[in-house]
């Protein structure tokens, strides 16, 4: 009872303060501990006074120990303030809509900090005596956190609040943040742009119920003090250097929200402003690209329409000239960001000038130069096609330069379906993925486009290759990218408005995908999706692009990705082994891969693993026995072919030292003893089946050297490469 005998009149205010006190050193956030041992005094206040001590402070109180409940950076400081605020419920039973806050902001709930920002914070704002607290809280407190992620949390937490107390945001919020928005606190000053930003926003959504402007809300300062942000910020550069990565993107989601909110700016000198901060920053990191991208659309949206659906002409230009030229630059992020920032625009901005942006746009989706690089803005780029022809729509009898007509239909899946064929890989991995990914989303908003609206402009050969493209990925080896062309794939089959005419063997693809059974497949998991895809070895249109990414799958590297398509496969071989004009056309299909590959080492040596697997498993005896079948002369020409071309030591030891490949060839010269000639062939036995194919790279290097002599293939030497 010691705690009885201090002055409440004392601790009260000290807890209140302690219950936020919050500060970062260097790398570790200080006040955690101060937080949570204050919670449990306000846990210990509950039992240890009489409701009637604690009657003066328990608004107080309680609004600071929602605060703590749902705004705290920390979870366990989150939980121990809805225990004390429980605790005192309980024993006080004082606490303003105690029960109602307490079923809301539960131990449990408070656990996931968005759904406390963004939701639970609503609900607990609708009770009066809460309201203003937790809105200045954010303010004082959250929108100049040191940590990013609560600031941002926060402002739109206060977009999410506006609602409850719209006259306190303008006229008591809103001033108070424009000092902020503008002052010498760098957290401080990008939370509260962004806070600026959020809560004209939602006013405008208020004031645009009773078909009023936003301006309705706000006062000429306030007007004035939202314009002039930029341009201070502008004067001061604060747009430079570290403290500039957090201004830009700020600003342009101020410039977003601000031109949604259709403040009365047009024809200003600000637009010109934004304009340019916006150009500026598409040449920056994607996350600020993407921020100035959205702020392109509104701006343009809001402040470049003369009439609805009519462009600003001498913007238009001005804009279009700048992206197109971009798209050509020598820096990468300037193409990415140009893409981006075309693929953005709406309709009004592209017409009138739809074939210089489709031509900029396919161009920019090639690979022109031989140079490495610029796969991110082939992605963008992708991307962006897909986005303008979807945003300008499709017509079979449009003017060419109003929507995309009969004549451009192809020249777009040409540049996709190429798009598709990207394995490029470099330090960061198979970068090429990226561009088959955004390739693949886009022929899926395309498609859909086209068929929705020209159904008859998508031919026949247009939908069987991009089918046999998705199939391919559908049945490739990186889970992430296999999901996400199966996704597409099932979209396409089963969508039904609009439905996509042409898909080869949709009937068969409904029995093997059927439209409400497959919802749950899940492609990434390698266990489902391997055994689904191989279905479609069945389907002669399907085979070989099916087959293909099989084939990287089979002989690639990862265990289960392995096991599962290889055991797909070996089943879909048994089921077919009795039918010779099956296993024939299976077995022209894998040659035909092979020699569409031969040297391409992405392919062909996974290929090479993969037959090594199945001539392990006996899946061509059928061949086998029959003498000199040409699949295993045709298969030993490929290989040799393969090998002799070949200075990758690496390659030559997946190819002939792995012991289990050797004694297929051996199997192989004892059947088909023609191809070798008969007085070497003794020879080329003994070292197959003898020699250690696993030693040391040297001694293997004179096995095969050996029987290159004998085979009379020439040996591979090392090329030294000369100093450039
Ligand atoms: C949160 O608080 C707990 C103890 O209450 C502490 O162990 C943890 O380190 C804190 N986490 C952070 C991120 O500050
Ligand atoms: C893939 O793209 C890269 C650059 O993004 C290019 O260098 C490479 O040649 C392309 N490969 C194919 C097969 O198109
Ligand atoms: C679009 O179609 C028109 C009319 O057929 C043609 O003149 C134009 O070259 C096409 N443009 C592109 C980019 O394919
Ligand atoms: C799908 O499979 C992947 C890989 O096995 C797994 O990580 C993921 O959790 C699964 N997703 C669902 C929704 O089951």
Redesign the pocket.
């Known amino acids: 009872m010691t705690v009885h005998r201090i002055k409440h009149q004392k601790l009260v205010p000290l807890i209140l303060k302690a219950l936020v006190y919050d500060e970062r050193r260097g790398a ?2 200080l006040g ?2 101060v937080r ?1 041992a204050a919670c449990y005094v306000c846990w210990a206040f509950a039992r240890a006074y009489d409701p009637k001590e604690l009657e003066p402070y328990v608004n107080q109180l309680a609004s600071a120990l929602v605060i703590v409940a749902l705004f705290d ?5 989150r939980k ?1 303030a809805s225990a004390a605020f429980q605790e005192n419920v309980g024993r006080q039973g004082t606490f303003p809509h105690g029960i109602d806050i307490l079923t809301a902001a539960d131990y449990f709930a408070v656990g996931n900090l968005n759904n406390c920002y963004l939701t639970i914070s609503i609900y607990i704002a609708g009770f009066e005596e809460y309201t203003k607290p937790m809105i200045d809280h954010l303010v004082a407190r959250k929108i100049n956190h040191w940590d990013g992620a609560i600031r941002e949390l926060a402002t739109k937490a206060l977009h999410n609040l506006t609602p409850q107390a719209p006259d306190y945001m303008a006229s008591t919020v809103l001033p108070q943040l424009l000092p902020m928005a503008i002052g010498m606190d760098m957290h401080g000053r990008h939370g509260a742009i962004l806070a600026c930003a959020e809560i004209t926003h939602a006013l405008y959504k208020l004031a645009a119920q009773n078909d009023r402007p936003v301006t309705d809300f706000l006062s000429s300062e306030s007007i004035e003090g939202l314009k002039a942000i930029h341009q201070t910020l502008s004067d001061r550069k604060q747009y430079r250097g570290f403290g500039g990565e957090l201004m830009r993107p700020a600003v342009c989601v101020l410039i977003e929200k601000l031109s949604l909110s259709k403040m009365p700016f047009k024809d200003d000198p600000v637009i010109n402003g934004w304009q340019s901060l916006i150009d500026d920053s598409l040449n920056a990191k994607q996350s600020i690209q993407e921020a100035a991208v959205s702020a392109l659309a509104a701006l343009c949206q809001q402040y470049y329409q003369v009439q609805p659906g009519e462009a600003d002409t001498h913007m238009q230009k001005q804009l279009l000239s700048r992206y197109l030229s971009g798209l050509k630059s020598t820096e990468v992020q300037m193409r990415c960001g140009c893409a981006l920032a075309l693929g953005s625009l709406p309709a009004f901005m592209i017409r009138n000038k739809l074939q210089q942006v489709l031509d900029g746009l396919q161009e920019a989706c090639r690979v022109t130069q031989k140079e490495d690089g610029f796969t991110e803005a082939r992605r963008d780029a992708a991307s962006a096609l897909a986005q303008v022809c979807v945003t300008v729509g499709v017509c079979a009898q449009a003017s060419p330069d109003s929507a995309v007509c009969e004549g451009n239909v192809s020249g777009v899946y040409e540049a996709l379906l190429e798009c598709m064929n990207n394995y490029t890989t470099d330090s960061r991995g198979d970068v090429g993925s990226w561009v088959r990914a955004a390739a693949m989303t886009g022929l899926q908003d395309v498609t859909l486009q086209v068929a929705g609206s020209a159904p008859d402009l998508l031919s026949p050969a247009i939908c069987q290759r991009m089918m046999c493209c998705l199939a391919q990925q559908a049945a490739e080896k990186i889970d992430r990218y296999r999901a996400h062309a199966g996704a597409v794939f099932l979209r396409l089959l089963h969508s039904t408005e609009p439905a996509v005419p042409h898909i080869p063997y949709q009937e068969e693809l409904l029995k093997i995908f059927p439209l409400g059974g497959v919802e749950s497949l899940n492609w990434s998991a390698p266990s489902q999706a391997f055994p689904h895809i191989t279905r479609l070895l069945r389907l002669p249109v399907y085979r070989y692009h099916t087959l293909l990414g099989l084939a990287v799958s089979v002989g690639g590297l990862t265990e289960s990705t392995v096991r599962y398509s290889s055991h797909s496969l070996f089943e879909h071989l048994k089921s077919i082994q009795q039918d010779e004009a099956e296993m024939q056309q299976f077995g022209d299909t894998l040659l035909h891969i092979f020699r569409d590959n031969l040297h391409n080492d992405r392919v062909s040596v996974p290929v090479m693993k993969m037959m090594d697997q199945m001539l392990a498993n006996g899946c061509f005896e059928i061949f086998v026995h029959q003498d000199s079948h040409p699949f295993c002369v045709e298969l030993l020409s490929l290989c040799k072919e393969e090998i002799k071309k070949s200075k990758d030591t690496k390659k030559l030891r997946s190819c002939i030292s792995v012991k289990t490949t050797a004694a297929q060839v051996y199997e192989m010269l004892l059947t088909y003893d023609d191809v070798v000639d008969a007085a070497v062939l003794d020879d080329v036995m003994t070292v197959l089946s003898d020699s250690n194919w696993e030693s040391e790279l040297s001694v293997v290097r004179t096995y095969r050297n050996q029987l290159c002599d004998w085979l009379g293939v020439p040996r591979p030497t090392l090329v030294t490469k000369s100093p450039v």
Request: charged share 20%; hydrophobic share 25%; net charge neutral.
């Open positions: 570790c956030s955690w501990n949570d950076r920390n979870v366990s400081c121990a």
